[in-house]
């Protein structure tokens, strides 16, 4: 699949597109005016499930999930039994998140989430996927390199830990909880949300150190 | 089907490229592709296993030359164009040239966030005991329909461990065809990385998939 935006998106989003995306943008905005001629789509409920996405459902979710689940013990054991039950004590339930499973990373084991034959992703924990996750590079090579993925991110694992690869082909959808970094003895759970990163919920990074967050 | 969709363990593309800050959407044409498409398949009829055979089903120069919700929007016409919501020529035209299909009624404003919150469970009432159980060695089929499956060709053939039994759901290959949901059982079955890359360089991966109970049979001799 083609990274167009990786081509042309950088820094410059909609003033530069190519003509190809002119195109697109020229089918898209006919297909809508078609639907809504047609009475099938109204256009305000389309403005709603594009502010649902882009401001309330997002990485921000799941990491009070994950700092909910470093302070609670007893969350923790609910969380890594029934997933989407305990999500949905926070009220993230829905779409894309219908049966979650929890994979909780150990000093020996690092997992990481893979959707090979499309994009599917934990919806209302994560919010919509970033276009690496559904790009060719990482679908590929997740499975087969998963230590040679860490590398394109940045981070090295050592060969002592294993890596679990979790490819999503059904509509389970997995949340990785990371481990919490030392160094927040006495944090509360609202504090330790800040070092959560969506990739770390990912396996493709990891939590904020305590200073990074300072 | 064995289509370019389906690339775990494909060469030749490159690194992962993260992009630091990345958007939600790259641009206005994608917010509205997104919503049209979330927006279309309760009016339009289909389920989310015809949507997907709907993007992968194309000649893979195709397929790995457009974006992601490129990809969503032929997709979305195909699955219109099938049901005569749409008539070829309407894109191109800007407009309505025929007259619309009767259909339940658009989605609301304000029933979004129910819909979203509602979603698709896919879980259904089990008929029939499960035929493995957690630790038992499975080897997946080495199936090639040409028509919509979730066995990844990586895994075909290969020997995995039962990990997680999930109750039994709606399965794809039926679902996407229009022949009915026919839930079966489903499993996390695991993979040694190094019996499906004996030449990679990383020989303590495990990989899984979540693999129907049709795409399995006993890995050992009863």
Known sequence: ?214 | MDGAHDMGGAAGFGPVCPEANEPVFHAEWERRAFAVTLAMAKPGGWNIDMSRFAREDRPPADYLSRSYYQIWLVGLERLMLERDLLRPGEIEAGKMLQQPAPISGPLAAVDVDAMLRRGGPTEREATTPARFKIGDRVRTKDIHPTTHTRLPQYVRGHVGVIELLHGCHVFPDTNAMGQGEHPHWLYTVTFDGKNLWPDAADQRSRVSVDAWEPYLEPADAA
């Open chain 1, 1 to 214: 699949m083609a990274n167009h935006h990786d081509d042309h998106h950088h820094g410059h989003h909609h003033d530069h597109d190519h003509s190809e995306l002119s195109e697109t943008e020229l089918r898209v905005r006919a297909l809508e005016t078609i639907l809504t001629q047609k009475g099938y789509v109204d256009p305000a409920a389309l403005d709603v499930l594009i502010e649902t996405y882009e401001t309330k459902v997002g990485p921000r979710n799941g990491a009070q999930v994950v700092a909910k689940a470093w302070t609670d013990p007893a969350y923790r054991e609910r969380l890594l039994a029934d997933g989407s039950a305990a999500i949905a004590e926070l009220d993230y339930v829905g779409r894309q998140g219908e049966h979650i499973v929890v994979v909780e990373n150990t000093p020996s084991r690092h997992n990481m989430v893979v959707c090979t034959l499309c994009s599917c992703y934990p919806w209302p924990v994560l919010g919509l996927p970033p276009v690496w996750y559904k790009s060719a590079p990482y679908r590929s090579r997740a499975v087969k390199d998963p230590r040679g993925v860490l590398h394109d991110f940045g981070f090295e694992l050592s060969p002592d830990i294993e890596i679990r690869v979790w490819d999503s082909t059904a509509e389970i959808r997995y949340l990785v909880l990371p481990m919490r970094p030392p160094g927040t003895d006495g944090w509360s759970a609202e504090r330790l949300a800040d070092l959560v990163t969506r990739d770390s919920m990912i396996g493709t990074g990891f939590p904020k150190q305590p200073h990074e967050v300072a």
